[in-house]
């Protein structure tokens, strides 16, 4: 059985938001013990659709065992959880299994500069640019732009190893870069969970089981 079911980064309410995916993903894993939200589930001042309220159901219904951590999106200061599903919200979540110390955290906190992404125009500049630039991801340009958004996800997985050392955890999941990374060479091991709102064209979450395995998990979009 699925100890823990991972997804991050939906950013519900957003034009390009995979809803119907995401939907259908949390569905498929009701069953399992624990769901952890990774940061980002809401898009700021975003509007929400007919299955995103479906959304807010579902993550209502079954809040009692859903972990809420927030995101660079949803702060614990903006009460965006809170207000739609009346649920605490955490900055990390640290828990033990089968012997491993895990802790969840977005990883927004490893982002040097992410504070410039605390301006709106900045942060949706950034989106709508590398979603256009994905219309040439098999061009050199777009293998550009993988290369470098590759290298920002090895910057957030060093720093986020250096916390789980100094920290004594021995594996980290984060979010945040919305693509899929993992580093195992040596404890701590980082994992990161990719996202519902990607740049690639798949859509990607984490398991863990009752070993304290993880699995990335890929999913086709529907939307």
């Known amino acids: 059985m699925e100890q823990i ?3 991050s980064d939906a950013h519900l309410g957003n034009y ?14 009701e069953g399992a013990k624990q ?11 975003g509007v929400l659709s007919a299955t995103e309220w479906k959304i807010i159901e579902f993550l209502r219904a079954y809040r009692e065992k859903i972990v809420f951590i927030e995101g660079n999106h ?13 649920a605490k919200v955490r900055k990390k ?11 969840f955290r977005h990883g927004h906190q490893f982002h040097d500069s992410y504070g410039i992404y605390n301006w709106r125009i900045v942060d949706r500049v950034s ?23 590759t290298k920002f996800s090895e910057r957030i ?19 945040h870069t919305h693509q899929v990374f993992a580093d195992c060479a040596i ?3 980082y994992y990161n969970c990719g996202g519902f709102l990607t740049f690639d064209d798949t859509c990607s979450y984490v398991t863990v089981n009752e070993l304290g395995e993880i699995l990335h998990h890929h999913v086709d979009p529907i939307d």
Do not use: W
């Open 157 to 175: 997985a060093k720093k986020a190893k250096q916390y789980a050392y100094q920290n004594k955890f021995d594996v980290i999941v984060c979010a």
């Open 35 to 45: 769901l952890i939200s990774l940061g980002d589930l809401f898009e700021r001042d």
């Open 16 to 29: 390009y938001a995979r809803s119907k995916t995401f939907l259908q993903t949390l569905e498929r894993h």
């Open 74 to 86: 949803d702060p614990i200061e903006g009460g965006i959880i809170k207000r739609f599903i009346g």
């Open 187 to 189: 404890q701590p091991h």
């Open 93 to 103: 979540y640290v828990v033990t299994i089968n012997g491993k110390k895990f802790c």
């Open 127 to 149: 989106l709508h640019l590398l979603r256009f630039l994905q219309c040439f991801k098999n061009t050199p340009v777009g293998r550009i732009v993988k290369a470098c958004h």
């Open 5 to 7: 079911v991972s997804f």
